[in-house]
């Protein structure tokens, strides 16, 4: 029996009963190659390190200055006769405000890095170094800022808000058919690629 072309094992190979090649690369819109769960986690797992890094230099100074403020009011100090308003608005409200502070940072840089750094080449430099690109699911389009902080919107904002929303959205790719897109992908209309060497 005679069988199609691509059906054989390799060369080399000792043929076996239903021997079938592997499956073919998943490919974009535009016919290249998908990048894989792998490359994509270990890239954010460096965009976020590199972040993290970054945040902590920045707030570090603010930190020891605000923690020397804290002690001279200490709560414990207070005696029985301070009411809850003064404890409050001495060491709660800014312990409350401090964080904000934080997060508003935090968000501010990473909108900065995922949205006004990326949307340039479509990597951050998590992206370049596992050699992965952000582009558009229409070949015929380009990257834009908009369409990258649609990304940053989903996985970023909603993400803080709704409960268990980043895992969700990480591991949407895993079932995602058939570009492995996430779920802040599918709103943006992405796919991430592989970097041709």
Same mark, same amino acid.
């Given at each position: 029996m005679?069988? !199609? !072309? @691509?059906? #054989?094992?390799?060369? @080399?190979?000792?043929? #076996?009963? *239903?021997?079938?090649?592997p499956p073919p690369p998943l490919l974009s819109p535009a016919g =290249?190659?998908?990048?894989?769960?792998?490359?994509?986690?270990?890239?954010?797992?460096?965009?976020v390190g590199l972040l993290l890094v970054v945040s902590i230099v920045l707030f570090l100074p603010a930190f020891l200055v605000f923690i020397n403020q804290l002690d001279?009011?200490?709560?414990?100090?207070? *005696?029985?006769?301070? *009411?809850? *308003?003064?404890?409050?608005?001495?060491?709660?409200?800014? =312990?409350?405000?401090?964080?904000?502070g934080f997060l508003v940072v935090s968000l501010l840089l990473y909108y900065l890095y995922v949205v006004e750094y990326m949307h340039r080449s479509g990597q951050t430099l998590g992206k370049k170094a596992m050699k992965i690109r952000v582009v558009p699911l229409d070949p015929n389009r380009t990257l834009t800022r908009g369409i990258a902080a649609k990304r940053y919107f989903i996985e970023y904002i909603a993400g803080m808000f709704v409960p268990a929303f980043s895992w969700i959205d990480g591991l949407w790719q895993l079932w995602?058919? !058939?570009?492995?897109?996430?779920?802040?992908?599918?709103?943006?209309?992405?796919? =991430? =690629?592989?970097?041709?060497p």
């Open positions: 005679n069988q !199609p !072309p @691509g059906y #054989g094992p390799p060369p @080399g190979y000792p043929a #076996g009963p *239903g021997y079938l090649p =290249v190659p998908l990048a894989d769960f792998a490359q994509r986690l270990l890239a954010y797992m460096i965009d001279a009011t200490d709560p414990a100090s207070y *005696g029985p006769e301070a *009411g809850f *308003g003064e404890v409050f608005n001495d060491f709660f409200l800014p =312990v409350l405000l401090f964080e904000l995602d058919k !058939p570009y492995q897109q996430t779920l802040h992908d599918k709103f943006a209309q992405t796919v =991430v =690629v592989k970097v041709s």
